[in-house]
């Protein structure tokens, strides 16, 4: 279960996070205003807070894997919210960022 609990908390990280930046920059770049930025910058406290809730107390680690989360999902974003189109290269990457989580968070250790 801890491994399904620390999955669903970087999907919820990733949520508030890349969607925080997203209203950001949909306030600023997009001049859709204060409203947007205000809601982006109250989603980006709150990813800060899910990334505390991840089983493993390692501070570097977990924001480390998150990275390799962050960039798979915010290919995910581009395409489901703005329509982006990932090439190979994006793709490969990405996978490449996930094999990283799963190496840095998942792979046994000595206690």
Do not use: K
Request: glycine content about 16%; proline content about 3%.
């Amino acid at each position: 279960m801890t491994i399904g609990r620390s999955l669903i908390l970087f999907c919820v990280a990733a949520l508030f996070e890349i969607g925080g930046a997203w209203l950001v920059w949909q306030g600023v770049r997009e001049h859709r205003g204060w409203i947007w930025i205000g809601a982006g910058v109250i989603a980006l406290g709150l990813y800060g807070f899910a990334a505390t809730l991840q089983p493993d107390a390692n501070f570097g680690r977990i924001l480390a894997a998150y990275g390799g989360v962050f960039v798979a999902g915010s290919l995910a974003w581009g395409m489901v919210v703005d329509g982006f189109r990932p090439d190979r290269y994006d793709v490969t990457g990405a996978l490449v960022c996930l094999v990283g989580v799963a190496i840095i968070m998942y792979s046994p250790r000595a206690v």
